[in-house]
């Protein structure tokens, strides 16, 4: 039985806690009264993944099930959540494909010739034929990657189907396909706490209508457009839930707690510390965001989209769920040695910023780790490092846009790199983010920033934490020091969050 | 007589010895490229190498082929033409593995003039390792009919997909009657074979090997009946390489007594089988084997 979310008091006898640091593993000892907020074990997957989508699939929730929903004759639209829904690629196989071999399998059975699957990918990356390949399985492949029955959605396309909405200012552009077809099926792995149609309305549509998605304040937004989308083409929404084992085997122990680490644990630990520290820095950037995550389905939920959202949330909460306590006056985290947006990649220093600030200051709903006027303390020896295929934009952001100053207008800034026409080649074409990918999430930092009194950045480069407008501290001690003279507070309530961070409670 | 009295052939290409043991120039490509240096001495002696130390090693290692009924070529003469279903590149690698001796040393393989020998390396590399020959597809030309079967009569068997084309799938295409023709003309036996798993050794959007199993079943070598048509006779050699597929998926005795009631189940799509439901229904995973339990 997986034990639920624990929080660890720091006392004289609690070892140096293990924390993520550029691509290095560290451990750093914290202070005595400091906690330590670990997320529940990983729960069980399901025995047989196949069986359980048969039946949410045949007994939905708040729908009819999917095999009469589909009828011969129509057009249906399949849509999936790309390889940005997780911090790294998913062990082989995959339950994206899984699922969609057995939607697709009733959609057989109900003999439709016009199927289509659009890869939901948003602002982000394409993905090669060989990722496409290695995430549905073969068959999918063969018979629709292979014969170009498959697209990867394009956000800056000419194509785009204008949708009208009374409530949103201006037309919703959706993917063509899906405006035109008579059903969409869309498989998601990533729940939103903000809006149940924030996933579908930040990777199917327009890049103007993903902006006024994916900023701050404007979370409703996903609803309104929701609507429009589903009032266009009615969704059937399957969603599979992952439980946290992002590690498994020798280096499962790295999601363990710290004060239960065996002998064999604290070798196997010296043992990768110092592979890392030896591996030179071109290699080891990369080699962290290769290996997939270990995560599996615990639970799948399909029908209408509020009703599968809410029913994965519930369940996430279960797996993500962390222990009840106050917030803090200081959180402390390492950097994420994986991001969705640097999988088979570099973790860029905007990447490591954004999973700090959104994992400490999450959506409406739910309360912080840290108090307002708080200060979050990043370890992250920060360095100018990009990926200059998949992060062209990032790097020019890095360049030409920063420093900015709190409340600066970067709207035309981002509507530079949003039209640029190189920009929207490598999109296209390439494998680049796009152009406007590093605004938004810039726009999610800022609104975890004015929440904040500071943010601390351990390690690294002066100019580079200047300019992202943050404070740089040479060791953990120091950034404590900092950050009890930000807060003034000569003892502040210091909590740390582990990788994978668990989820604060929601706060009804 | 010397070199300069010699009269040069239309195509401006004068075969003197030992010219003749290389490749043609860079410029003769297509339909007309000549791949009579390809079985001389010289090249028979580093294709037997290649094959023996590259191709079968590799073919062992990757595709690890079942072979089923290949006792059925033993009292078979040489030449023979082969014909097979056609799914992967990796299919005439596997039939060179899997070919006894005496067949492997002398065959010829038919190719699309337009696929191998569009660049002169691939033609050079394709001739030499696989001793293929141009076979112009779209249409039925002299060249085409006439160089097989100059090669039979030397003594040459020949390889040869009457699909024409890998299919997108794993059902099989018509079978073009091309090989029955041929057979028809220099009075040799057709020898259908089926190939199972090659698809997915090398798939047609990969470019990388993935190791898997595959299975060869080897038929019975087929004659044409007197005044049969080659339309009718490649029907037969088509039920010939569907028999053969369920053997392999059955036993010899179930498969024969299937054929001899016309249940022998086929290999093209059901009617009305089209787009991505052919596909699909073609690469249905095959139900788990059942542990027998008293």
């Known amino acids: 039985m997986p034990r639920p979310g624990f929080t660890l008091v720091v006392d004289g006898a609690t070892p140096p806690v293990a924390i993520w640091r550029n691509g290095h593993l560290t451990t750093e000892k914290l202070p005595i009264g400091s906690v330590v907020a670990y997320p529940p074990e990983p729960l069980t997957p399901v025995v047989d993944l196949r069986e359980h989508i048969k039946a949410s699939l045949e007994s939905p929730i708040d729908s009819e099930p999917l095999s009469k929903r589909l009828l011969s004759g129509m057009k249906l639209t399949i849509a999936f959540d790309d390889i940005t829904a997780t911090d790294r690629a998913l062990a082989l196989p995959d339950p994206r494909g899984i699922a969609l071999e057995e939607i697709l399998t009733i959609a057989a059975e109900a003999q439709i010739d016009d ?225 969705p947006y640097a999988i088979n990649s570099i973790l860029n220093p905007l990447l490591a910023v954004h999973y700090a600030l959104t994992t400490a200051i999450p959506v409406d709903g739910r309360r912080p780790f840290v108090k307002e006027g708080g200060v979050v303390i990043l370890h992250h020896g920060l360095e100018k490092t990009f990926d200059p295929q998949e992060q062209t934009s990032f790097i020019d952001f890095f360049d030409r846009v920063l420093p900015i100053e709190q409340g600066d207008d970067l709207s035309k800034s981002e509507e530079v790199f949003a039209t640029d026409a190189w920009y929207i080649h490598l999109y296209r074409t390439s494998y680049a983010h796009h152009g406007t990918l590093p605004f938004r999430l810039w726009a999610e930092c800022e609104r975890a920033r004015s929440y904040l009194s500071g943010v601390i950045v351990v390690g690294g480069d002066v100019d580079l934490a200047h300019r992202m407008g943050f404070r740089r501290a040479s060791t953990f001690a120091d950034a404590v020091e900092m950050a009890s003279d930000i807060t003034s507070n000569a003892n502040p309530s210091i909590t740390m969050l582990p990788y994978p961070a668990p989820r604060p409670r929601a706060t009804s | 007589m010397t070199a300069l009295d010699k009269k040069p052939k239309k195509d401006g290409y004068t075969p003197k010895f030992p010219r003749n043991w290389f490749p043609p120039p860079k410029n003769m490509l297509g339909a007309d490229y000549d791949t009579d240096w390809a079985r001389k001495p010289l090249a028979r002696v580093l294709r037997a190498a290649l094959i023996n130390s590259i191709t079968r090693p590799l073919i062992r290692t990757v595709a690890k082929p079942t072979i089923i009924g290949i006792d059925r070529l033993d009292k078979l003469k040489s030449p023979a033409i082969f014909v097979a279903n056609h799914s992967s590149h990796v299919d005439t690698s596997l039939m060179m593995a899997i070919l006894p001796k005496r067949f492997r040393r002398k065959v010829a393989v038919a190719a699309r003039h337009d696929y191998i020998f569009d660049k002169w390396w691939k033609a050079t590399i394709w001739s030499l390792w696989m001793n293929v020959v141009p076979i112009e597809r779209n249409k039925a030309s002299r060249r085409s009919v006439e160089l097989p079967l100059r090669l039979m009569k030397e003594g040459w068997s020949f390889a040869l997909y009457p699909e024409e084309s890998r299919g997108p799938n794993d059902f099989l295409l018509p079978f073009k009657p091309g090989a029955a023709y041929l057979a028809i003309k220099a009075g040799v036996p057709l020898v259908p074979l089926h190939f199972k798993g090659t698809r997915r050794i090398f798939t047609p959007y990969s470019r990388r090997f993935q190791i898997g199993k595959t299975r060869v079943v080897v038929g019975e070598p087929m004659y044409a009946l007197e005044n049969e048509r080659p339309q009718a006779f490649i029907t037969r050699v088509q039920a010939a390489v569907e028999q053969a597929a369920d053997e392999g998926n059955t036993n010899w005795w179930a498969a024969k007594v299937r054929a001899m009631k016309g249940e022998t189940p086929p290999l093209t799509p059901p009617p009305g089988l089209t787009g991505w439901r052919q596909t699909w229904a073609a690469t249905k995973p095959e139900p788990a084997m059942e542990i027998w339990k008293p």
């Open chain 1, 115 to 339: 199927v289509e699957l659009v890869n939901a990918r948003g602002l982000s990356r394409r993905m090669s034929k060989r990722e496409l390949s290695s995430m549905l399985g073969p068959r999918i492949t063969d018979s629709f990657v292979v014969t170009n029955l498959l697209s990867q959605h394009d956000a800056s396309g000419e194509d785009l189907f204008e949708v009208s909405s009374s409530e949103h200012n201006e037309p919703i552009r959706l993917n063509k396909r899906i405006a035109e077809s008579d059903l969409l099926i869309y498989l998601t792995l990533d729940p939103s706490d903000a809006s149940a149609y924030r996933n579908i309305a930040s990777r199917i549509c327009g890049v103007t209508t993903i902006q006024s998605v994916i900023s701050s304040g404007t979370t409703n937004n996903a609803d309104v457009i929701g609507a429009a989308i589903e009032k266009q083409t009615p969704i059937f929404q399957v969603a599979l839930s992952l439980n946290n084992a992002e590690f498994s085997g020798p280096t499962r122990f790295l999601q363990s707690r710290a004060n239960e680490w065996a002998m064999s644990d604290r070798a196997a630990f010296r043992v990768l510390r110092v592979a890392l520290d030896l591996t030179p820095a071109p290699i080891r950037e990369r080699v962290l965001t290769i290996p997939p995550s270990q995560q599996k389905v615990i639970s799948v939920a399909s029908g209408s989209v509020t009703a599968t959202n809410k029913a994965s949330l519930a369940v996430l909460d279960k797996q993500y769920g962390a222990e009840e306590s106050p917030p803090a006056d200081v959180l402390v985290l390492g950097a994420p040695p994986a991001s």
